[in-house]
């Protein structure tokens, strides 16, 4: 092979290895190292979403938007679905391990969110079942797709829309490692034991957060 075709080929191979060498692995996705500290009260949905801005600017990321992968809940029509809120993917870990291409591939058998995977926004692993203190609760107000209850799903699934930290209501859990009550579901493992610090913790939480970069 001459010199002219030996340039032509590296060209090309260039032009085709480019797109994979500047694709964007950073991090895209976390499990919030904290919780806001007041329950299942974040201040509303925007509350929690500044929650996850903050800790992932400290934690020294450029993305410019963070969503809590929270939902809302209405009396009449449908709440925000947390799924609708949070971009199209692709999103990584703090490690540059991929958690999902896209919306699909995120709610449809997803497996890779684990404990291995869902690390906070340090890159450190989240405590879950066998820990002690368990927290693998992680606050969704969520069904298992990632939308948001329809109204004559009874019950309170949101703590009063992330408002509230009293005893009574609930929000819907998922469970981050993937582990405990016979259901695996990252988004819709179960109900929490009231909204207060206590509740949370007392089912197996901390208040704390799934975050992604919707930008």
């Not at 869902?118 to 298992?144: C, F, M, Q, W, Y």
Request: net charge neutral.
């Amino acid at each position: 092979m001459n010199m002219f075709k030996t340039l032509a080929l590296a060209g090309v191979l260039a032009t085709m290895t480019s797109p994979l060498l500047a694709q964007d692995m950073s991090m895209g996705f976390f499990v919030t190292s904290v919780g806001v500290g007041d329950g299942a009260n974040l201040g509303g949905i925007e509350g929690g979403d500044a929650h996850c801005q903050k800790l992932a600017t400290a934690a020294g990321s450029k993305k410019s938007t963070w969503r809590a992968y929270l939902s809302t809940q209405v009396t009449e029509g449908r709440g925000i679905s947390a799924r609708d809120r949070i971009g199209k993917g692709p999103w990584y870990n703090a490690k540059g391990v991929l958690i999902a291409r896209n919306l699909d591939e995120l709610h449809l058998n997803n497996s890779t969110i684990t404990k291995s995977t869902a690390l906070d926004e340090n890159g450190n692993p989240v405590k879950g079942r066998g820990d002690k203190p368990n927290e693998h609760d992680i606050l969704t107000g969520s069904r298992d797709d990632g939308t948001a209850f329809f109204p004559w799903e009874k019950g309170d699934h949101t703590c009063s829309n992330w408002t509230s930290n009293d005893e009574k209501g609930s929000a819907m859990v998922g469970h981050h490692d993937r582990h405990g009550g016979g259901n695996t579901s990252w988004t819709a493992a179960h109900q929490s034991r009231g909204c207060h610090q206590k509740g949370l913790e007392s089912s197996g939480g901390a208040g704390l957060l799934y975050c992604f970069a919707a930008d």
